[in-house]
Each structure stands twice: as structure tokens, then as C-alpha cells.
């Protein structure tokens, strides 16, 4: 505990050195300065389709601001000419709205559609008593299902009574955004926190500090620690500042940051040069991103937004309570994440591997050797497949979201197709990269240990499900993907052998891997569309 | 081979080789359709004429009240299935059977002021759905009784088509596909140069013939060449996809001009910094405060953009030209500054 402690202490007094002389703390708070004053002056325009569109105003028709309009003053033979020129998209009149038939100039008037009905919501509230300029009243109630036999059911919740024109159907927009303030700043500190290592790599402190007696595992929590717990004190922050509930906020987004931060451990892990750091941190930065703020979006339609815990910030924004399983949901994978992230590396942080100049695909299969070779390859293997786990999941969400561009058609077989060939490429690759290092070579060994990924897998999917298995076992995508309400023998037997198919393809036929996991996963696409027809039935 | 373009060439060659440009690829490719992705989702989730498009006639909503009510004939106009019932009872039996999925009470003897009730399942899901298709309807209805009252409420007629993908395509897509490479130019640029600062190759790189100036230029040539196969790349793709896009010309000039801007502020932080740590993180910042500063003083190149492609009347070339005398001045700054970089 005091070594972890020392090393952080030392990151804190990096940090000062660093930022401490110069311009460059004058220049942040500038920088920082503009950003705020303008962020202020901006808070209510920033909308989609700024600027879009020129709308002419003639007669007694009012002003109004919103930044996707740009207004201009004229007499009415202008404006009938500038909208035949199509100079404007709209002409108001007074109280006429010309238009032309063209899809701008109707999509502008889709737009003005909703400013002008603002507008004049203002102008009666302020010209007429209160209960004459909103006349209806809507109490909204609910009702829940009823009990067998009873006739009528209790009604499920308080009415809510509003005005249709003042109150906008809910969605959660605003609060996913909200919510977004959070992640910003976690990746910001992260990506601090992956410079750290890069610094002390490319100025061979590293090396160094490997020697000194401490462990790979001190060392990284060590320069961990002062990150996050700043990223913890600004949710903290962010929570008090926005009225959220802090501890609430602080047990939502910690398994999130440590999330984050096992990504960005991954980055000086495997880059090469400062451009692979950028672009690797890119990548990372908006997968993670996508992965959190996508589902949250759908918060309160659909049982699946649970997977991002913005979502559980969305309904604490709302004070709608949630549970344990809900907040376990996409918790659990998240720290399982750490954890494997904080295992990978410990293993990895050798100077050998840090050092090393090679192509991406090498560096990785040296890295998932470095993380199994310590046990036996019967322990390692199912081993490896139960703690990626999250991972796949995750990047199947990932996925499911990449497709949902597609046709409908298209989408779901892109998606499990996707989902198979991650599903192989993590089942087989622990074996390949042993069998590369010459630690299995016999077929009856293959077939073992293409048994014993398959259970790992399965024992870890199950384990999964448990978690999820009241929030998306009615999705019926999901339901394919992870395969649900079958036997485990078939699952079981299927994995095995899209397994075993693809580790003696490569190892005895020597068929190059990505042809090998190609084939695999073409079969194990049609053994996952067999059964979701089956499950359609 | 002119040493200019031979540290241009070995830029071009390390990024080809190392294959991290096909990580910006597809980091954008992932942006672009994981926004259209979200967006489309967001329609058939949030936008109440797509909803009806998609499933407005399974929709059925029973109604228990005096007839000829204007709200049936609201509701029935925006296609939803209207079913009389003669009590809340007997709609809740067939609510309970799932033969109508909300109920609307309407009182008798309504004068200027309506109370009206609505139920709707205990389901978020559904009940969401259920309150954005029938708040239009509401709202008409609201407008009737307004003009009950004597208040007249204009504009009320208005149509025109949903503008939301119009929108997102012109304002968020296609600025964002063609200033993304901008940016990813301008850590490329930090990158390159400070990569030579930190591990001590620029005085090998300088001994031989060629400028601290040619040098900086070149690395910032390399970087714009690359931004500019990108935007080039999206923009066919835009085509090939259907989507229109007016005076193409001028908007890849200006995505060259905004990458040009952005490795050269780039390469003013690397060389006051000369570490990638700093330089990274006031360059970020830098984009963040130009971007909403632009904003503010109606310069953004975002706007110019979307402007330029759907063909408004009032933005041209010198619209463009503004971004090049920043450019110019921002290059010459740089050329000032330049040597500190060796110290």
C-alpha cells in the first residue's frame, strides 16, 4: 500500500513539473476562459441545422431568434420575387406563410412550424388570463395490468395532469446530455493518465521503476490512484453542480470511470509511435462514447438502454427509482473489464514487450501469449474465454449499433454474423497463439482444448445472462446473440465444434487464420440463424 | 530528391505503413453511420410522423364521451383508430384485452375550459409512444377551444416536411465528415513533431539540406495531402449514397483551408510546448474554443459548409477566401515562431 502510495505521490509531483512553468497554464485558462464565455453566450442556439435556412419577412410579421434561421427585412413584391428565385426558402406575410414545392423550402417551413407555434404560445400566455389562453387540462393516468379474474385494476400511479401545449412528450434528451458532462471530463483525465506512461516510456523512467522493487500491479495502480480519484472528485462536482444526487451519481459512474480507465491502460501498452497513440486514443474515445451515450438515448422505450449506466443517471435526473438488477446490469461487465484490463497489464508491463517494434496483429498475439503462459494451458484457455466475456459483449452492442443502418433485413444477419466472428476469433485465438508457440501441437490436444474454451465461454454467458436475464430476455435479438432458453448441451456441442473446426484448420491444415475463422464463423452465422428461427416460431 | 519532398514522402509512408490511418477511417466511417444510426432511431422513437408512418394504424385509442367531439375527428385525421365506448368501464374491459391500447375521457358539457382524462399502460415503453402521437391531436384540440374563447391563434395551418434528416445531413454529417480529417491532420502534426523533438532526431533531420521552416512545412504538406484523400473519399461516398451536395469545389478547398489552419495552430503548440503531452492537450483545447468562437461571431466554417452544400444564395467563394487569409496569417505566425522548436 505504501509503495502504491509513493508512486502516486511521485505522478502528482510529474504532473506539477510539467504544467507547473511556462505559458501553458496561462494559456488553458484562456483557452478554458473563451470555451466558458463562449459556451454561456451560445447555451440556448446551439441546435441542429444552424443556419439552414433564409426566411423573408414582410408586413406585420414579428422577429423571432433561432439559430437555424437567418431573418432579412423586406417589401412584399421582394419577397414573393426572392422566394420565386429561391434566394429565401419562406416568405411571412403578416400572418401568411409563403412557401415554395420544393423539399428546402418545405423542410424550412417544417422548422418554422415549430418556432412560430413558441412564438405565439408566448403572445396569447401574455395577451389573455391564464386559464382562457390553455383551455384543456389532460390528467394522464395508468393503468396496470389487472389481476386474473379481479375487473378493474387499480390505477398504477398519481394522475399527472398537464397542458398538451406546454408539456413535450417525454424523451431524454436533455438528461442523456446531461449525463454526457460526466464522461467528458473521465476521458480527459484518462487520456493524462496514458500520457504518464507514454512519458516515462519514451524517457526510459520505466525501465527504471521496473527495477526498483515494486510489482508491475503497484506501478500501474500507483499512477492510477491521483487520476481517479480526480475524476471521482469532479463527478462528485458535476453531481452537486447539476442537482443530482452525489453518492448516487458516484456509485453510477465508478465502475464507468475505472471502465475508461482500463481502456486507456491498453493504449501505452500496444502503441509504437505517438501517431498509433492518437489514433488508438481516437478510436477508443469514440467506441466508448458510442457505447454509452447510444443506448442511454432510448432510456424508458426500451429495456436494452440498460447496458449503459448514462441510462441509471437519465432516471436519477428524472427521480425515477431503479433497481439492483439494474444497476448491476451494466455495471458488472464494467469492472469485470478493469479486473482483466488490470490482470492484461500486469503481464504486459515488461520492458520486452513495451519496447518492442512490430506490426499490431503481432503485438497483440505476443500479448494474449504473455497473459496464459504462466499456467497450464488446460487452466489458461477456458480461462481466457470466461473473462472476455464482457468484452465480446460489449462489442457486440457495439455492433448491433454499427447495424442498425442497415435494412432491417440486412442488420440482423450483418449483426449475428459479427457476433459469430467475434465469438470465434475469442474462442480460438488463446489456442492458435499457444500452438504458434509450440505448446500444443497433437490433435487430440486441439480437440480438448477447443472443449475446454467452449465451457469457459458457455459457464461465462450463463453467468451474464443471470445478470440480465429479467431486463433482456424478451429481445429477441439478444436472445440469438447470447443464446437463451436452450439446453446447454446444444450451445455446448455447437461452440466445440465451430471451435475445434477452426483451431485444426489453422494449426494442422495450416490454413491461414483469418480464412480459418472466416469459415468458422459462416458456420456458427447459420447454427445462430437456425436457432433464432427455431426461437421465431 | 528534393529534401521538402522527401520528409513529406517518409510522413505519407509511416502512416501507410504502420496502417493507423485505416483506425481514422474507421473511426469516421463508425461516426457517420453510428449518427445516422442514432438519428434513425431517434425518429422512429421521438418523432411522432414517423412514428405513425411506421405503426399509426395499429394504434388504437378507445373514447368514451359525447359525440361528435372535435378531438375524434383530430385524432382520426392523423390516422389513428378511434373506438366509441359508452363507459370507462367497458373501455377499460377492452383496454384489459388489449383490443385498444389507450383511453380518452372526454366530460359532457364542455365550455371554455376542458378536463379531460387519458389512460394509458403502466409500460413506459408503450405509454411514450402513445403520448407523442396524440399530442398533435391535443394540440389542435387546444386550438379549438381556444378560438371557443375568442383567441385567435396564428400560423396554426403550417405543414411542410419533417426537416430533422435534412437537418442532421447538412449540419452534422457532412461538416463532420469533412473537418474530422482536419483535426485527426492537426495530431498527426503534433505527433510528427514532436516524436523528432522528444527523441532528439531533429538535428540529424536538419543537418541535412533543409530549413527548420521546409521541415515544419513539410510534416504540415503531408498531413493536409492526407485530409484532403479523406474528405475527397467521403465526398464520393455522399454521392454514391444519394445525397446532394452543391458546389463540391469550394467545399473541399475549404476542408484544405480548415486542415491547413489546424496543423498549423498544431504546429504553433508543438513548437512553443515541444512535448506531445501539452501540445495535445492545448491543441484540443485550442479546436474547442476556435470552434465555439467562430461560432459566436458568425464565422463558423460549420455554417460555411452546410451553406455552400445545399446552394444558398448568399455564401460564395469569398466566404471561403476569409479562412484563407486566417490561414495565410496563421502560417506566417508560425514561420516567426518556428526556430524555438531547436531550442
Known amino acids: 500500500m505504501n509503495q502504491i502510495l509513493h508512486i502516486a505521490w511521485r505522478e502528482i509531483s510529474r504532473l506539477q513539473k510539467r504544467f507547473g512553468g511556462g505559458g501553458s497554464p496561462l494559456a488553458v485558462l484562456l483557452l478554458l476562459a473563451a470555451l466558458g464565455f463562449s459556451a454561456y453566450t451560445l447555451r440556448d442556439s446551439v441546435s441542429l441545422g444552424n443556419g439552414l435556412y433564409r426566411v423573408g419577412l414582410s408586413g406585420a410579421a414579428e422577429t423571432f431568434t433561432d439559430s437555424r434561421f437567418t431573418l432579412v427585412s423586406l417589401s412584399p413584391e421582394q419577397g414573393a420575387a426572392l422566394l420565386e428565385q429561391k434566394a429565401i426558402d419562406v416568405w411571412i406575410d403578416g400572418a401568411q406563410v409563403h412557401s415554395r414545392e420544393d423539399d428546402r423550402s418545405q423542410f424550412a417551413v417544417k422548422a418554422l412550424k415549430q418556432v412560430l407555434e413558441k412564438q405565439e404560445l408566448l403572445r396569447i400566455g401574455s395577451s389573455y388570463t391564464y386559464d382562457s389562453a390553455f383551455p384543456l387540462r389532460v390528467g394522464i393516468n395508468y393503468l396496470s395490468a389487472p389481476a386474473t379474474g379481479a375487473q378493474a385494476a387499480p390505477t398504477a400511479r398519481p394522475e399527472e395532469v398537464i397542458i398538451p401545449s406546454l408539456t413535450p412528450p417525454p424523451a431524454p434528451f436533455t438528461q442523456v446530455l446531461v449525463a454526457l458532462l460526466y464522461i467528458m471530463p473521465i476521458t480527459f483525465i484518462s487520456i493524462f493518465f496514458t500520457s504518464s506512461f507514454m512519458d516515462e516510456k519514451v524517457n526510459r523512467r520505466l525501465t527504471i521503476l521496473l527495477s526498483a522493487p515494486v510489482t508491475p500491479f503497484q506501478i500501474i495502480l500507483g499512477k492510477m490512484l491521483p487520476y481517479a480519484t480526480f475524476a471521482l472528485f469532479t463527478t462528485a462536482l458535476i453531481a452537486w453542480l447539476t442537482r443530482g444526487e452525489v453518492l448516487l451519481a458516484l456509485a453510477i459512474f465508478a465502475p464507468t470511470t475505472l471502465f475508461i480507465f482500463a481502456i486507456y491502460l491498453m493504449v501505452p501498452l500496444f502503441y509504437r509511435s505517438f501517431k498509433d497513440t492518437t489514433f488508438i486514443a481516437m478510436l477508443v474515445t469514440t467506441l466508448t462514447t458510442a457505447y454509452l451515450v447510444f443506448p442511454a438515448m432510448f432510456t424508458n422505450t426500451n429495456e436494452l438502454a440498460y447496458i449503459s449506466p448514462l441510462a441509471l443517471a437519465v432516471k436519477m435526473y428524472r427521480s425515477e427509482p431503479f433497481g439492483w438488477r439494474e444497476y448491476l446490469f451494466p455495471s458488472v461487465p464494467m469492472a469485470a473489464i478493469f479486473g482483466f484490463a488490470m490482470y492484461a497489464g500486469t503481464r504486459l508491463l515488461n520492458e520486452e514487450f513495451l519496447m518492442g517494434y512490430k ?108 445478470i440480465s436475464i429479467n431486463l433482456v430476455s424478451q429481445v429477441r435479438v439478444s436472445g440469438a446473440l447470447f443464446g437463451a432458453g436452450l439446453f446447454l448441451l446444444i450451445p455446448l456441442v455447437a461452440h466445440f465444434s465451430f471451435t475445434s473446426l477452426v483451431t485444426i484448420l489453422h494449426v494442422r491444415v495450416k490454413l491461414p487464420y483469418p480464412l480459418a475463422i472466416a469459415l468458422g464463423s459462416v458456420v456458427h452465422f447459420f447454427y445462430n440463424y437456425y436457432v433464432m428461427r427455431g426461437g421465431l416460431q | 530528391m528534393n529534401p521538402f519532398l522527401a520528409v513529406v514522402k517518409k510522413e505519407l509512408w509511416s502512416v501507410i505503413r504502420d496502417r493507423t490511418i485505416l483506425i481514422a477511417v474507421l473511426i469516421q466511417l463508425f461516426i457517420a453511420s453510428f449518427s445516422s444510426g442514432l438519428l434513425l432511431g431517434m425518429l422512429s422513437l421521438y418523432d411522432a410522423d414517423t412514428i405513425m408512418e411506421y405503426s399509426g394504424m395499429a394504434i388504437k385509442i378507445g373514447l368514451v364521451g359525447p359525440a361528435g367531439n372535435p378531438l375524434e375527428t383530430f385524432m382520426q385525421q392523423r390516422k389513428l383508430q378511434v373506438i366509441r365506448f359508452d363507459s370507462l368501464n367497458q373501455a377499460e374491459a377492452e383496454f384489459y384485452k388489449n383490443t385498444v391500447n389507450a383511453i380518452v375521457v372526454i366530460p359532457e358539457n364542455i365550455q371554455n375550459t376542458a378536463e379531460i382524462k387519458l389512460y394509458l399502460p403502466n409500460s413506459d415503453a408503450v405509454s411514450s409512444l402513445i403520448r407523442m402521437v396524440v399530442q398533435e391531436p391535443l394540440k389542435q384540440y387546444e386550438n379549438y377551444l381556444r378560438a371557443q374563447n375568442g383567441i385567435k391563434v396564428n400560423y396554426t395551418d403550417l405543414k411542410g416536411k419533417p426537416s430533422t434528416s435534412f437537418e442532421f445531413i447538412y449540419s452534422v454529417l457532412l461538416p463532420m465528415l469533412m473537418f474530422f480529417p482536419a483535426f485527426v491532420a492537426g495530431s498527426m502534426t503534433i505527433d510528427a513533431l514532436t516524436e523528432e523533438a522528444e527523441s532528439n532526431t531533429l538535428q540529424t533531420l536538419l543537418s541535412a539540406p533543409l530549413t527548420i521552416n521546409a521541415m515544419i512545412g513539410a510534416k504540415i504538406v503531408a498531413a493536409v495531402i492526407l485530409s484532403t484523400l479523406q474528405c475527397l473519399t467521403w465526398l464520393v461516398l455522399l454521392w454514391l449514397n444519394g445525397i446532394m451536395v452543391q458546389r463540391g469545389g469550394w467545399i473541399l478547398l475549404l476542408s484544405v483551408l480548415v486542415a491547413g489552419i489546424t496543423s498549423s495552430a498544431a504546429a504553433l503548440a508543438a513548437v512553443l510546448l515541444k512535448d506531445r503531452e501539452r501540445s495535445q492537450f492545448i491543441y484540443s483545447l485550442m479546436l474547442l474554443a476556435a470552434a465555439a468562437l467562430s461560432t459566436l461571431l458568425d464565422l463558423s466554417p460549420i455554417k460555411t459548409i452546410s451553406r455552400l452544400a445545399i446552394g444558398d444564395a448568399y455564401t460564395s467563394g469569398w466566404n471561403v477566401a476569409v479562412f484563407a487569409v486566417f490561414l495565410a496569417g496563421l502560417y506566417l505566425l508560425l514561420t516567426k515562431m518556428s526556430r524555438r522548436l531547436l531550442r
Open chain 1, 359 to 466: 506490426p499490431l496483429t503481432r503485438k497483440l498475439t505476443d500479448a494474449i501469449y504473455l497473459m496464459m503462459a504462466h499456467l497450464q494451458p488446460y487452466l489458461s484457455v477456458p480461462l481466457w474465454s470466461l473473462l472476455t466475456i464482457p468484452g465480446i459483449y460489449m462489442t457486440q452492442v457495439v455492433l448491433l449499433a454499427f447495424a442498425t443502418n442497415l435494412p432491417l433485413r440486412v442488420m440482423l444477419g450483418a449483426t449475428l454474423l459479427g457476433a459469430a466472428l467475434v465469438e470465434e476469433i475469442i474462442k480460438s485465438v488463446g489456442i492458435v497463439v499457444l500452438a504458434r508457440h509450440d505448446q500444443v501441437k497433437s490433435i487430440r490436444e486441439l480437440l480438448a482444448l477447443a472443449f475446454l474454451s467452449a465451457l469457459g465461454f458457455l459457464v461465462g454467458e450463463k453467468l451474464l445472462l443471470l
